[in-house]
């Protein structure tokens, strides 16, 4: 018997993505695509981000939920040149379940926060500050506590703060304890946030200061700065909605659709 040649295989997936994407019960179509023997990383991550446009039902959370758990088990232990797809298979899912479940999928963002891979705590983080829910608060003000502590921070940790931010400011209702305690906490770091330390370049390039990231900080939030508002005069939610990397579901369209009246003589 011929073997395929990787066109052929790739025409023949994507054949079978679409049928079962296409399916009434596409979840249980995909969960079926997912557990073919001999899944390429592409292929695997396809087969996720297609279950995060699916239904919405707990066997194609749990199929996503155990495809994260799988990513992350092998980038801890597995071959280094096998890295690279479960990174992706692990950043597939957080976004997938996070599309599926919303607030539910708070646990999963979390796991992706605490990862070793940067990407992966990326994805965790974004989608946390979308739809993560209160579980997180506690573990995200140590998150930023531990960056803000730090002698040396790089440009990977400031953006990793202004998302971690990002999310604990949507819970900081105008007005709430947890409001008082997140501005008090920037406000007492500020001058480190202002003025971050200069970091040294690897193989003799010379010393650079990062982008200020109080300067973003108060773009996002304005008042939040030593000196500004009483903290429970700052709206923190109101101030500033973040958004993901992906498109809400059943995102409508962004221009005009149907048949459009033709232009008015002037």
């Known amino acids: 018997m011929l073997r395929m040649s990787y066109d052929e295989r790739a025409e023949l997936f994507d054949a079978d993505l679409a049928a079962a994407i296409a399916a009434p019960d596409s979840d249980h179509a995909l969960i079926t695509l997912l557990s073919r023997p001999r899944l390429d990383g592409a292929e695997r991550v396809l087969i996720i981000a297609a279950l995060g446009e699916s239904g919405t039902g707990p066997e194609g959370s749990a199929a996503v939920r155990a495809q994260f758990s799988l990513a992350t088990s092998e980038l801890a232990t597995g071959a280094k040149h096998t890295q690279a797809n479960w990174r992706d298979n692990a950043c597939a899912a957080v976004i997938a379940l996070a599309r599926r479940d919303g607030p539910a999928a708070t646990d999963v963002c979390l796991a992706a926060v605490a990862s070793a891979n940067p990407s992966v705590r ?73 003025s971050p330390p200069p970091i040294k370049e690897k193989r003799g390039y010379p010393t650079y200061i990062h982008t200020r990231p109080a300067t973003r900080l108060e773009e996002l939030w304005p008042g939040i700065q030593p000196h500004g508002p009483p903290a429970d005069m700052i709206d923190l939610p109101r101030l500033h909605t973040p958004t993901g990397l992906w498109q809400p579901r059943n995102q409508p369209p962004t221009g005009p659709t149907g048949p459009q009246a033709p232009p008015r003589s002037a």
């Open 122 to 194: 990326d994805y965790g983080l974004d989608a946390l500050a979308v739809e993560g829910d209160d579980r997180g608060w506690d573990t995200m003000v140590a998150f930023i506590s531990d960056i803000l502590n730090r002698k040396t921070i790089s440009t990977t940790r400031w953006n990793e703060l202004i998302k971690a931010v990002e999310y604990l400011a949507r819970q900081a209702g105008h007005g709430s304890i947890h409001a008082e305690q997140l501005i008090t906490l920037l406000r007492a770091h500020w001058a480190k946030l202002a």
